[in-house]
């Protein structure tokens, strides 16, 4: 059991980083499939394991393999791409065996909103602090999440639907270890 979990936990730091090269470069930031797979990481894996993929997934990338959608190294250890560890927790937390289409997209849903809650400021300080733009709130809620929300979405609903569909036809291999009554 603790093999196979370690083996997807690497699976889906993979799969993310895969992720981040289905890329498009768009406003302060670039749509990838990141959130994605860090989304069925938490569902699949759980709140624990999921987290740990991500964070394989993130060290890999701060010691300068360029595996992240802007490319790889220190610079990159704040902001969406540290978001990506407590995101998958959040998810795994939330999200419950048997899992249905509207209990897995909510607590991806969550998720989102955890990675926007710690991304978003992020990107603020850099666009006002570092590069000067002199941003509003508004304009950094518009331009660093409102514009990436209908793609998320999209994410989410695909994620939903392979989440649910995986643990139907392999219930085994994602089932979660269960807690020890005292």
């Known amino acids: 059991m603790k093999t196979r979990t370690m083996i997807l936990c ?18 302060l930031a670039a749509i990838s499939l990141q ?9 699949l894996l759980g709140a624990g394991y999921g987290a740990l993929s991500q964070a394989v997934y ?3 990338g701060l010691v300068g393999v360029p595996i992240f959608a802007l490319g790889g190294g220190f610079s990159y250890i704040f902001g969406f791409l540290l978001g990506l560890i407590p995101c998958a927790y959040v998810i795994g937390k939330l999200a419950k065996r048997p899992l249905t289409f509207w209990r897995t997209a909510l607590s991806m849903l969550a998720g989102l909103a955890v990675l926007y809650a ?19 709130f508004w304009q950094v809620i518009r ?3 409102l514009i990436y929300l209908p793609g998320d979405l999209l994410k989410i609903t695909l ?14 291999m994602f089932a979660l270890p269960q807690k020890k009554s005292a």
């Open 10 to 27: 690497a699976l889906f730091a993979a799969l993310t980083a895969v992720g981040a090269f289905f890329k498009i470069p768009f406003a």
């Open 35 to 43: 959130f994605l797979f860090t989304a069925m990481a938490g569902v």
């Open 58 to 60: 993130v060290l890999i």
């Open 118 to 136: 710690i991304g978003v400021p992020y990107m603020a300080l850099i666009a006002n602090g570092y590069l000067g733009k002199g941003l509003t």
């Open 143 to 145: 331009r660093g999440m």
């Open 159 to 172: 994620g939903s639907l392979l989440c649910v569909a995986i643990t139907r036809r392999m219930p085994a």
